[in-house]
């Protein structure tokens, strides 16, 4: 997904998180944000570092600090088991590799004031990554999902929150072992 800065930004931090992230704000805390935890991953457009864990990782080299009018793009790869992000299509050849492909991964951007625009492919990709198809190419149909679909899915998702709350958790890991295979059955 791209996110494009409009106005400007206090404290962003957009990337990936995965089940088990949780914001943390409180008069105790100064909040915790994306990629501030092991479930999330985050670039931060202040000072131009990768965030996970709370740790800090500088970028070699160059300015990565966003500005207005920059266009900031999150790519998530799980056959790679990458996370990068660019900024304006320019990837710097950091990527959070090795990532854990136990959950599915949700966009998150935290930030304490801005404004954005955020494009997570219902219109075309302002700078789409080198070696990587639009997703209507991938999917030889057009992308956006009929209101069929859309409820379809709606319903299918109530009844794996139901699964999910199950105590016993080997019947939600089984059923989301076969969602797995029919997401891959479908590609």
């Not at 793009?73 to 492909?101: H, K, M, P, Q, T």
């Amino acid at each position: 997904y791209e996110i494009e800065i409009l106005g400007e930004c206090s404290v962003p931090m957009f990337g990936w998180a995965r089940r088990g992230f949780e914001v943390r704000l409180g008069w105790m805390h100064h909040g915790w944000t994306c990629g501030e935890d092991c479930f999330s991953y985050a670039y931060n457009g202040v000072n131009g570092f990768y965030v996970h864990e709370n740790e800090e990782y500088e970028l070699d080299g160059g300015d990565a600090c966003w500005s207005v009018g920059d266009v900031v793009g999150c790519l998530l790869d799980l056959d790679g088991r990458e996370i990068r992000f660019s900024v304006n299509g320019a990837y710097d050849g950091f990527a959070s590799d090795s990532i854990s492909v136990d959950s599915s991964y949700i966009p998150a951007l935290s930030m304490a004031a801005g404004v954005v625009d955020v494009n997570y492919g219902e219109r075309d990709l302002k700078f789409l990554p080198e070696g990587y198809a639009p997703v209507a190419e991938c999917l030889d149909r057009p992308y956006r999902l009929s209101d069929v679909e859309l409820n379809e899915r709606g319903r299918r998702a109530k009844e794996l929150e139901k699964i999910l709350a199950n105590p016993d958790p080997s019947g939600a890991l089984y059923v989301l072992s076969l969602l797995d295979k029919l997401d891959e059955a479908a590609r």
